[in-house]
């Protein structure tokens, strides 16, 4: 069955890519449904690296990776012109390892392009069509996946930076013990490759994507999308309704990667990573999202930000005597949020939903419930 390799992808990228299990979903969603996605970060994120994790697992696909700069030229991108071509008064790109000839294609700081490229990107990415030789030639691209220190904020760059359906926000490892792991770690590209031992077919991918399309959305959910809309609005939040129609695929192939053949108000938890334009929107987007999908994830979400504050809180305490106060008073409250957190997961289990990032707040948390212990109160567990 092909979703389990799809299942199975992601649960071998965990330990491999810390904090990035997010961002691992989201590169499944836009090979399920072909929409192109945006990681955002500073450099040394693992941008580059997760996507190349994710296509190296796909058989028989053609992969195209650039890092974009202002001095780059058509034919860094799309190929030199033919020179036989040009003799017999014509013009032809050869487009042999080019971006027109790839299945998969890592655009990295895309932004820096300039007019002549991103005009013909743009074409590739809405219509899968290249201008060659004076007529249309369909490209094969499934999905373009970019990777970007900063948003851009010039008007000429709108256009392409809302044809990225699927958008992530990342940052540096937060959680120490993951920071150590990654220390241990593979150092290499090669190195980590080798642990994953899912391998698809580009013919299992178009499968997939033909089983995610027939995933029926209710009357109910298709309200509630319109309710989060309408919310969104009032805050000043406004995304176009290209983004809210094609966000209905994604929909449908969230529910179809958690085995179901309808989808849940569960589901509608991905609209968080496409519907803000502005960084600083997101908080806003995934609270109210989340009120209408996930009431039970917004409740993990309040439960770990105090735990994560809690937290903080005692690092900065300096006086020794009050160190200790204050670790038991933290340590209390820790045991107490990761006791609401194991409820959440039950009942989010029990009614088939994904616990994939309580999973992740559970398994952060108890590495700072063991370190308040061991480092603060010299506590042997």
Partial sequence: MVRTKFVKLREELKPLIF??????????????????????????????????????????????????????????????????????????????????????????????????????????????LFENDGGNV????????????????????????????????????????????????PKAFEGFAARVTVRMTLDEIHQAQDEAKAVTVSDSVMEAIATIRATLAQQGVIASDRRWNESTEVIRAKAWLQGRAEAKMDDLGVLVDILWADPQHKGLVQSIVLEVANPLLKKAEEQHDAIQVAWSNLLKTQEEKEKVNKAVETLAKVNGALKELEKVKREGEKDGMDMNRVDEFIRVDREIQLRIQRDFLDIQV
């Fill in 19 to 128: 904090e990035r299990t997010d961002e691992v979903t989201g590169l499944l969603l836009a090979l399920l449904t072909r929409k192109h996605i945006m990681l955002v970060g500073p450099g040394g994120t693992a941008k580059s690296l997760t996507i190349r994790l994710v296509t190296n697992a796909i058989d028989g696909a053609s992969y195209w990776d650039y890092q974009f700069n202002k001095y780059s030229t058509p034919e860094d991108v799309f190929g030199p012109p033919s020179i036989k071509a040009l003799q017999e008064g014509t013009f032809r790109r050869i487009t042999t390892n080019r971006l027109p000839e790839a299945h998969f294609a890592l655009a990295d700081e895309v932004f820096e392009a300039n007019a002549s490229i991103l005009n013909a990107l743009r074409k590739i990415m809405n219509e899968r």
């Fill in 138 to 185: 369909k490209v094969p691209l499934e999905v373009l996946m970019a990777g970007t220190n900063l948003i851009p904020t010039e008007e000429t760059l709108a256009a392409l930076y809302d044809r990225f359906l699927l958008r992530y926000k990342l940052g540096y490892i937060a959680e120490t013990a993951n920071f150590l792991a990654m220390l241990k770690g």
